[in-house]
């Protein structure tokens, strides 16, 4: 699980030009960009898909941006890889600190 900032969600379903129909949820982070070469530094946004469209209904109430627990699973199509989001939960303000580092 990974603490996230949750910048955007976005329903889409409907049918293509070619009859082909679609059905999805896009969730929308912020992402740290690498800055491992030094020619990138700061965030960027990354998408991620989280079932169908129906999905964004459990979460447009929510004040956007928020911070959420999020777990992300790897799939394939046996051609393509992509990362996909298997669950979100929304965390309180107070959960949503950044998290503390003790001196030992």
Same mark, same amino acid.
Do not use: W
């Given at each position: 699980?990974?603490?996230?900032? !949750?910048?955007?969600?976005?329903?889409?379903?409907?049918?293509?030009?070619?009859?082909?129909?679609?059905?999805?949820?896009? !969730? #929308?982070?912020?992402?740290? @960009?690498?800055?491992? /070469?030094?020619?990138? /530094?700061?965030?960027?946004?990354?998408?991620?898909? #989280?079932?169908?469209?129906?999905? #964004?209904?459990?979460?447009?109430?929510?004040?956007?941006? #928020?911070?959420?627990? $999020?777990?992300?699973? !790897? $799939?394939?199509?046996?051609? !393509?890889?992509?990362?996909?989001? $298997?669950?979100?939960?929304? @965390?309180?303000?107070?959960?949503? /600190?950044?998290?503390?580092?003790?001196?030992?």
């Amino acid at each position: 699980m990974a603490k996230l900032l !949750v910048l955007g969600m976005k329903g889409s379903k409907g049918v293509m030009d070619n009859g082909k129909a679609y059905d999805s949820c896009t !969730v #929308f982070v912020q992402t740290r @960009l690498d800055e491992s /070469k030094g020619t990138a /530094k700061g965030f960027a946004v990354g998408e991620y898909k #989280f079932g169908e469209a129906s999905t #964004f209904d459990k979460y447009k109430h929510l004040p956007f941006p #928020f911070y959420a627990e $999020v777990e992300i699973d !790897v $799939v394939t199509s046996g051609k !393509v890889m992509a990362q996909v989001i $298997v669950s979100l939960t929304p @965390l309180k303000p107070e959960q949503a /600190k950044p998290e503390q580092h003790k001196a030992a």
